[in-house]
């Protein structure tokens, strides 16, 4: 026997439907005639609300509580915030929050760590990209309005004011608390830029930002005076940003009437192709681009331009998929909504944005889990590869569709070194912890070094900071299991080293000490030295 819907879904259905219309025929009186909200089982449906249901209902509420539904099924970034969380939202408006020095994402009722600042509050806490905030001062996220301002607001606050974030990090089953030490920074979206050998320039972009262009251009023009020949932009853990600044940055590097980016949306004014002009100072260096799973939206946009035109070796793993426009949209209560409105495609008709029409609701949340399940970080040939989506660059190689950007090089997440001893230890944020209370107890004699090259060279014997982080990390009861210390040694030095770096002498010490044992800065560097990235790139 057929079994009629619930009473609350019924209604809620009803209302879902109701609210829809009301909105749109309230707010965007030129749409109302495409939806017809006195549709005869609806109007009944709110007639019998209005009549016989026992309590007394505020519509305006049921209004509110039912617009997050109706966006949650269109797509992941969809989003809506309420007037009292608007203007928050328009000071956040790509998820970063400086307060904590992290860039969140929210999409499918989760709050995603996208990225942090070397150095900032959640990562002098131990929070780490890809983390899943699951608690907020022991406030459930489930009964937080992640579709508002309501996330950005609780995790602001003045500086030394703190926060307890419990996060879910993938691969460890147990919930871990930190606390963030609120202090808002000035942050720059270039980490750093130095020279990696006497011919090679490497940038790090953290984000694409209104001044990410100019800073960009100054570093590119400051390591050739240095003597940089060719250049390596390191996009991995990169969210994104505007748009805009990636396609000033791609023009850099390509000659008059390339092909940067296309956009195109169900109607005509969101359909645009953007193409270089011919006056980038940097058409003629060989240039290599970082990208990983993190890698999306603006770092997509810069990767597959540069990628399609022939003119940049693209190296690490296939990158994040998100490639939807959005346009903020103010309603007349001053509340917002957040909509997607057209898609980014690559110079050869690649669409950037993954699927998320998938039958299971969680998908888009779990994909990235769902990479690491299947093996595509550590193996190639594990990529899932759509071959009904085949394209061609400029000059002929063949590129695949289907979501995010498939890099020329593939280089495997490095997974040595990393022990049972280490991975306690980093959910913990000890290694932070130690290197920032050594930085405290030996500050004066750190800060009169001249850089971080100094430092290396003078730096305690590398058996001694292992000893003292074991006897650190025991004090917060974590044993000392020497076996797997040992194992780790490498990885606990340069961590530590990084970070002491980085607090005395700035981000470009940072990325100085973890790139001479990073992997795919290594595979990078080693494919320019051959020239396999001289344009055309034709392999």
């Known amino acids: ?39 005869p089982k609806v109007k009944a449906i709110l007639d019998l609300i209005t009549e016989e249901y026992v309590d007394t209902l505020n519509f305006d509420e049921l209004i509110e509580r039912s617009i997050p539904l109706i966006l949650r099924g269109l797509d992941p970034h969809t989003s809506y915030f309420d007037a009292q969380n608007s203007k928050i939202s328009r000071n956040h408006p790509d998820g970063v929050i400086p307060d904590i020095g992290a860039v969140l994402i929210i999409f499918n009722d989760t709050i995603h760590v996208e990225c942090i600042v070397p150095a900032g509050p959640s ?70 830029y130095y020279m990696l050998d006497k011919n090679t320039g490497y940038i790090k972009v953290n984000q694409f930002e209104r001044n990410t262009y100019k800073e960009f251009e100054q570093a590119l023009t400051q390591l050739k005076d240095q003597g940089a020949k060719r250049f390596m932009i390191d996009l991995r853990g990169n969210g994104g940003g505007y748009m805009e ?23 005509k004014k969101y359909n645009h ?85 998938h039958q299971e609701t969680r998908y888009y949340d779990d994909e990235l889990l769902e990479r690491f399940k299947h093996g595509e970080l550590y193996n190639r040939d594990s990529l899932r590869i759509d071959k009904n989506q085949v394209f061609t660059t400029l000059h002929g190689r063949t590129v695949y569709g289907g979501g995010g950007i498939i890099p020329d090089i593939f280089v495997a997440r490095d997974t040595a070194g990393i022990t049972n001893y280490y991975i306690d230890v980093e959910n913990a944020g000890l290694l932070q912890r130690f290197a920032f209370t050594y930085c405290e107890k030996n500050r004066a004699t750190l800060e009169q070094m001249s850089d971080y090259k100094q430092f290396l060279r003078t730096t305690p014997i590398d058996n001694d900071i292992v000893k003292e982080f074991a006897e650190f990390a025991a004090a917060y009861g974590i044993a000392p299991r020497w076996f797997y210390i040992n194992q780790s040694r490498n990885l606990i030095l340069t961590k530590i080293k990084a970070i002491i770096a980085h607090d005395i002498f700035g981000p470009e010490g940072y990325s100085f000490i973890v790139n001479r044992n990073d992997n795919t800065v290594q595979a990078a560097l080693k494919a320019l030295s051959r020239h396999k990235a001289a344009f055309p790139i034709t392999e």
């Not at 001062?137 to 419990?166: A, H, M």
């Not at 600044?245 to 109607?267: C, D, H, K, W, Y």
């Not at 998929?321 to 007349?332: A, E, H, T, W």
Request: proline share 4%.
């Open 1 to 39: 026997m057929k079994r009629n819907l619930p009473i609350w879904l019924t209604i809620a259905i009803a209302l879902i439907a109701f609210a829809a219309g009301f909105i749109i025929d309230r707010h965007y009186m030129n749409y109302s005639s495409r939806h017809d909200v006195n549709d």
């Open 123 to 192: 990562d002098i806490a131990g929070i780490l990209p890809g983390d899943c905030i699951v608690k907020i001062d022991g406030q459930p996220t489930d009964n937080i309005k992640k579709n508002s301002g309501e996330v950005f607001k609780l995790l602001s606050g003045p500086n030394g004011s703190k926060v307890t974030l419990s996060v879910q990090r993938h691969g460890y089953p147990k919930v871990l608390d930190f606390t963030v030490t609120r202090n808002r920074i000035v942050k720059k979206t270039l980490d750093s």
């Open 245 to 267: 600044i990636a396609v000033l940055m791609a023009n850099e590097f390509l000659s008059e009437g390339q092909p940067i980016v296309t956009t195109r949306g169900r109607r």
């Open 273 to 357: 192709p953007y193409k270089s002009d011919g006056k980038g100072k940097f058409q003629n260096v060989e240039l290599a681009v970082l990208i990983d799973e993190y890698s999306a939206s603006a770092s997509e946009i810069f990767a597959g331009a540069l990628q399609d035109n022939d003119r940049a070796l693209i190296v690490g793993r296939r990158s994040f998929g998100k490639g939807l426009v959005q346009n903020d949209f103010i309603l007349s209560d001053s509340s917002i909504i957040r909509l997607a409105v057209a898609r980014y495609y690559t110079p050869s008709g690649r669409c950037i944005q993954k699927n998320y029409k």
